[in-house]
């Protein structure tokens, strides 16, 4: 498999990661992860439209976005659920 295709399989297997990570989340909380992951995908058609310097930075930048405000919502949601 080539450096290409590992990444085309390993980001939207990270993404469905963070997003199962973060169960069901509330509007604000939610819309803040979709913009990240939104990033990514944008990140990742650069690439395939010949822009990998750009596209891969995008990338990279929104995958580090979705892992910070997924753990931030997982801590929302585990606060919550030990104040019930």
Not at 39 to 62: N, P
Request: net charge positive.
């Amino acid at each position: 498999m080539t450096t290409r295709g590992r990444w085309a399989v390993i980001m939207p297997v990270a993404v469905v990661m963070v997003a199962v990570a973060c169960g069901v989340a509330g509007a604000a909380d939610r819309s803040r992860v979709d913009q990240a992951t939104q990033q990514v995908e944008h990140g990742a058609k650069r690439i395939g439209d010949g822009h990998v310097g750009s596209g891969f930075k995008q990338l990279f930048t929104g995958i580090g976005r979705t892992v910070v405000e997924g753990a931030k919502f997982s801590g929302e949601t585990i606060k919550e659920f030990f104040k019930k």
